[in-house]
């Protein structure tokens, strides 16, 4: 089998399977034998199925130490009732079709609106509201992106305050204009819409605490080493500089700078979910410049911590 030396998508592997037992994997990579044991556990002995994961819905993945045949325990991939088993759910589809009417009748709808003496502000608002109703079951349905209309939401905030600015916050993975094949991420279509009157700034830090969801648990503290050699992180570290803005505008366009900044390095991508089973797993490939105008760099980061009570709040 082939993989990406990030993750191993099981799904991908045992789709339309029951269940399935793994007691062990081998991974060549171009041929050659893959065995980092720090990004993957081939031989499923570790607390965590470290490296492995189900893309999409409808699969769970978790060690069984029941079934087993060398070792103390296997990988167990095991197909879990999908949202379209239960009775009760609502395909998205034809749901989406219907509320598209909806949000029709609302637009072709203003005038008399108004002269019911709705406000033209409410009236706005109620639409766009219907709108967002409608991409939630279009993105359910597959028929649209969650960063796609991320995207076409920022542009409706802006189209009702000319000549405003904006300052828009999300994951690096949201904000990047660079974007993947068979992916497009709402800074990619923010580029096309707004070109270069937006500055996109990425972040990447070195070392240090951060708080995430612990995979099967809750929100809680994470304190990750300084990021390895060679990544984006680690060369930015290098510098010695604590805390810095790298513009990456105004980078060199040819030369041996320009030449790294060309090439993707890895750099650490962390959302809500987090897992010390797998850090490598989080390490994303990336060429900088083409996703960010600019870096913002951290050295050393501190978890968040919670604000004070207020009086009267215990």
């Known amino acids: 089998m082939a993989a990406d030396a990030r993750n191993i998508n099981l799904g991908a592997l045992l789709a339309g399977a029951g269940t399935a037992w793994f007691d062990g994997l081998t991974v060549e990579l171009d041929g050659v034998p893959y065995q980092d044991s720090t990004a993957f556990d081939f031989d499923f002995e570790s607390p965590s199925p470290r490296g492995f994961f189900t893309g999409g819905d409808g699969y769970q993945v978790q060690l069984d130490s029941q079934v087993f045949h060398s070792g103390k325990q296997s990988l167990r991939m095991k197909r879990v009732a999908a949202a379209a088993d239960d009775p009760k759910s609502v395909d998205p589809k034809p749901a989406a079709s219907v509320w598209q009417e909806v949000v029709r009748h609302l637009e072709t709808s203003r005038e008399a609106y108004r002269k019911k003496g709705a406000a033209a502000r409410d009236i706005e608002w109620a639409i766009q509201n219907a709108r967002v109703v409608l991409q939630c079951m279009r993105m359910r349905a597959n028929e649209v992106t969650r960063d796609r209309s991320m995207a076409e939401n920022v542009k409706w905030i802006l189209d009702r305050s000319p000549g405003a600015k904006i300052v828009l916050w999300a994951h690096n993975g949201h904000v990047g ?63 010695g500089i604590p805390l810095f803005v790298l513009d990456l505008r105004q980078a060199p366009k040819s030369g041996p700078v320009a030449a790294w900044l060309s090439e993707p390095h890895g750099t650490r991508s962390i959302g809500a979910v987090y897992s010390e089973d797998s850090p490598s797993g989080y390490m994303a490939d990336m060429v900088a410049p083409q996703s960010f105008d600019a870096l913002l760099f951290v050295e050393k980061t501190t978890a968040a911590r919670k604000n004070p009570a207020g009086p009267g709040h215990g």
């Open 177 to 239: 204009a660079g974007g993947s094949p068979g992916y497009q991420p709402m800074g990619a279509a923010l580029r096309k819409m707004f070109g270069d009157q937006m500055v996109v700034f990425g972040f990447a830090f070195n070392q240090g605490s951060f708080q995430a969801i612990r995979q099967g648990g809750g929100l809680q503290d994470f304190t990750v080493p300084p990021a390895s050699a060679g990544s984006l992180d680690a060369t930015l570290a290098a510098t």
